[in-house]
């Protein structure tokens, strides 16, 4: 059974930073691209980061760029984001995610998210 279970979250004051990380198991995590989303309060969630299966590419939503960081550590099973100069804007769920490609279609795995509040 697949589990992401995230961790990190917290309550900052704009400009300040903190550290996400999940936790994955149940699946060959080397083999798997892992991202990371976000859902503020009455919006949808989006993409903020991706890194590949062998970490040797990576992907930035625009208005993270320069201020977050993804990285893997495969032999801890662990993805996390480094997330610098935080602002109001930021303030949202942050959810790790991984995802399989079958013949139907593409299946999701998703963590319960940890919460991220910045206050301005």
């Known amino acids: 059974q697949v589990q992401l279970v995230e961790s990190g979250g917290g309550l900052v004051h704009n400009g300040e930073s903190l550290r996400l990380s999940c936790a994955a198991t149940g699946f060959t995590f080397s083999d798997k691209v892992m991202n990371w989303y976000r859902q503020a309060s009455g919006k949808g969630r989006e993409l903020v980061a991706g890194?590949?299966?062998?970490?040797?590419?990576?992907y930035y939503a625009d208005f993270v760029k320069g201020r977050f960081t993804i990285s893997r550590d495969d032999a801890k099973n662990t993805v996390s984001l480094q997330v610098t100069s935080l602002k109001p804007d930021d303030t949202a769920i942050y959810y790790c995610n991984s995802y399989l490609i079958q013949w139907s279609g593409r299946y999701d795995y998703w963590g319960q998210g940890t919460q991220v509040t910045v206050s301005s």
């Open positions: 890194i590949s299966s062998d970490g040797s590419r990576t």
